[in-house]
């Protein structure tokens, strides 16, 4: 069923959030400017559901589940969104015309398009205008034709021969659906949306492409995003879907254990080297479905993210959550500024074994990295390592394991165990709050990435956004949002606006950053400082690529380009002098 955004607008507007949600859960209190409830999505004792008159949306801080009036009826009376809009529609006395269609019948030829498209990128991967891709894989990231050919990588030419190819059989509406195909805002007329890119497709756990995933060649000079994915289709969902999941699926169902890394070139280079048991997020966050799905096929999951600030702080978030889904997890901590990929390129299978045997317990691993971060002889600092840790602690589902961690925790931090069970009693209580204090005394509110905190600071400012270059970023849901806050940022943010242009998991974290107010004295100072750190690691991470393309050179007897060669002298002594 299809409904106009503009009736789907006027219910939304028609009625108050505040009032619909009251109905199911009469303890909604007024808390500040917003209202705070036991959430009914899941247990819990210390209230942490928020509704926002103000932003028109809703948000628990528990289970991170949010969104508009729509998505709290479908959630609570377990109907799907057009039902959920027809029974706001009837509330708010307003007609709505339908048009039906057949999901199921859609599936099939989606499915056939997405197939037929992977092997036209494959073929032209071998192709005479897609030499200099083949050669970044083969020569400077090191993947060999066996893993190309197994994967099924390709690469997405100029123009849109792939729309001239496809529509010779296919209507443009079946096209539009497939993700494969967009609509250009300037010209309002059809383009390839992957074009001048290495391909990777995305799989389903049957073997059938759903998706594909893009990533601009490091000698092209556009202004776009690194890497792409394809959009949200009829067939797929970021939320659901792991790059790598069909060629590993039988291997994992064989040892029960699962390797979780972070990027495209992490899985094919541990594929490639014995290590077949890998699959990795989709330019996201971990989510609860995810992990849903490899419980289907693991006992255990190994998290294995960059060594690096944001790395750091995506292990701890993945970890949360798989001690939520309750299964066994370790997080796995590389030398500085190497990747997996690199890793083994370096040290081989072995050495990467022993790693993972070393992996620790998220709570262990959440604790080594704030004892890096404060100074627990500082009895402040010392406080808030000990509420970040109880934050992780929380999650755990296993009596035993919980036990145990406590020993842990208080042998770390030099506290006494009884010390740390009167906390973890105070946390468990409901307590209240003033209007004049912060929703987030009685809530565990995660660490945010740099590019998070800039999606925070312009969701309040969107003026900020216009002095941004999308190009630093690499969180996918941060490049959709705040591309499309520069979109509007002449006008005020409508928050609800935004989540109907996103998906279910982007909508989920979204709402949970416009809970999370800053009140800098200077926004633009603190944006200008996040900047200029994303900047940093963005070159830092040229300056590695380029280092990997020199040594395979050396160890080849290859001559080096000279515009490289600077390149790395200019950015290995500007990195030197940010230090």
């Known amino acids: 069923m299809t409904i106009s955004r503009e009736t789907i607008e006027k219910i939304r507007n028609s009625l108050d959030i505040v009032e619909i949600v009251k109905e199911y859960i009469p303890d909604l209190k007024k808390v500040g400017k917003d209202y705070r409830a036991i959430c009914p999505f899941h247990k819990e004792k210390t209230p942490s559901f928020f509704v926002s008159p103000q932003k028109n949306i809703f948000h628990c801080f528990g289970c991170q589940f949010g969104g508009d009036i729509f998505k709290f009826i479908m959630r609570y009376e377990n109907i799907t969104y057009p039902e959920a809009i027809k029974k706001l529609a009837m509330r708010a006395n307003i007609e709505i015309k339908e048009d039906y269609f057949d999901k199921q019948s859609e599936r099939k030829p989606i499915l056939e398009?997405?197939?037929?498209?992977?092997?036209?990128?494959?073929?032209?991967?071998?192709?005479?205008?897609?030499?200099?891709?083949?050669?970044?894989?083969?020569?400077?990231?090191?993947?060999?034709?066996?893993?190309?050919?197994?994967?099924?990588?390709?690469?997405?030419?100029?123009?849109?021969?792939?729309?001239?190819?496809?529509?010779?059989?296919?209507?443009?509406?079946?096209?539009?659906?497939?993700?494969?195909?967009?609509?250009?805002?300037?010209?309002n007329k059809p383009y390839d949306f992957l074009h001048n890119r290495i391909v990777f497709p995305i799989f389903d756990q049957q073997g059938n492409i759903i998706a594909f995933g893009g990533?601009?060649?490091?000698?092209?000079?556009?202004?776009?995003?690194?890497?792409?994915?394809?959009?949200?289709?009829?067939?797929?969902?970021?939320?659901?879907?792991?790059?790598?999941?069909?060629?590993?699926?039988?291997?994992?169902?064989?040892?029960?254990?699962?390797?979780?890394l972070e990027g495209y070139f992490d899985v094919l280079l541990l594929y490639q080297n014995n290590i077949g048991n890998v699959v990795a997020p989709l330019g996201t966050s971990l989510t609860h479905e995810q992990i849903r799905l490899l419980?289907?096929?693991?006992?255990?999951?190994?998290?294995?993210?960059?060594?690096?600030?944001?790395?750091?702080?995506?292990?701890?978030?993945?970890?949360?959550?798989?001690?939520?889904e309750d299964i066994l997890c370790r997080i796995i901590s590389l030398p500085k500024n190497m990747d997996p990929d690199e890793y083994v390129l370096k040290y081989g299978k072995d050495k990467f074994d022993e790693l993972l045997a070393k992996g620790l317990h998220p709570v262990e691993f959440k604790i080594e990295v704030l004892l890096k971060k404060?100074?627990?002889?500082?009895?402040?600092?010392?406080?808030?390592?000990?509420?970040?840790?109880?934050?992780?602690?929380?999650?755990?589902?296993?009596?035993?394991?919980r036990n145990e961690m406590i020993k842990l925790i208080s042998s770390k931090l030099y506290i006494k165990e009884?010390?740390?069970?009167?906390?973890?009693?105070?946390?468990?209580?409901?307590?209240?709050?003033?209007?004049k204090e912060s929703i987030?005394?009685?809530?565990?509110?995660?660490?945010?990435?740099?590019?998070?905190?800039?999606?925070?600071?312009?969701?309040?400012?969107?003026?900020?956004?216009?002095?941004?270059d999308i190009n630093i970023f690499n969180d996918e849901r941060c490049i959709k949002i705040l591309s499309l806050v520069k979109e509007m940022s002449?006008?005020?943010?409508?928050?609800?606006?935004?989540?109907?242009?996103?998906?279910?998991?982007?909508?989920?974290?979204?709402?949970?950053?416009?809970?999370?107010?800053r009140d800098y004295s200077s926004p633009e100072k603190v944006i200008e400082k996040l900047v200029k750190d994303l900047e940093l690691h963005h070159k830092e991470k040229r300056r590695r690529e380029l280092e990997r393309e020199f040594i395979y050179s050396f160890d080849n007897n290859l001559s080096i380009d000279s515009k490289k060669t600077k390149e790395y002298i200019e950015l290995t002594k500007l990195l030197k002098g940010s230090k």
């Open 215 to 260: 990533r601009l060649l490091t000698n092209t000079k556009i202004d776009a995003p690194l890497y792409l994915n394809t959009y949200d289709t009829p067939v797929y969902s970021k939320s659901f879907s792991l790059y790598g999941i069909y060629q590993a699926i039988d291997y994992i169902r064989k040892i029960r254990k699962v390797i979780l």
């Open 374 to 401: 404060y100074d627990i002889t500082k009895p402040e600092d010392k406080r808030d390592v000990v509420i970040n840790i109880l934050d992780t602690f929380n999650r755990i589902q296993d009596p035993i394991i």
């Open 418 to 435: 009884e010390l740390l069970l009167s906390e973890l009693r105070k946390i468990s209580r409901t307590k209240k709050i003033g209007a």
């Open 295 to 324: 419980k289907r096929y693991a006992d255990e999951i190994y998290l294995v993210f960059d060594s690096d600030d944001s790395g750091n702080q995506a292990a701890i978030r993945a970890g949360d959550i798989c001690l939520e």
């Open 113 to 187: 398009i997405l197939n037929q498209a992977g092997q036209f990128y494959h073929k032209y991967l071998f192709s005479n205008e897609a030499k200099t891709a083949l050669n970044y894989l083969i020569s400077e990231r090191k993947v060999n034709k066996e893993i190309i050919n197994r994967f099924l990588l390709g690469y997405a030419p100029e123009g849109n021969k792939l729309l001239k190819k496809a529509n010779e059989k296919y209507d443009i509406n079946l096209l539009l659906k497939t993700g494969l195909i967009s609509i250009s805002d300037k010209t």
């Open 440 to 468: 987030f005394d009685t809530i565990n509110v995660k660490i945010r990435s740099a590019e998070e905190e800039i999606v925070i600071l312009c969701l309040q400012n969107p003026l900020l956004s216009k002095q941004l």
């Open 490 to 517: 002449d006008t005020e943010i409508n928050l609800v606006n935004l989540l109907d242009l996103v998906d279910t998991d982007t909508g989920n974290w979204l709402t949970q950053l416009s809970f999370e107010q």
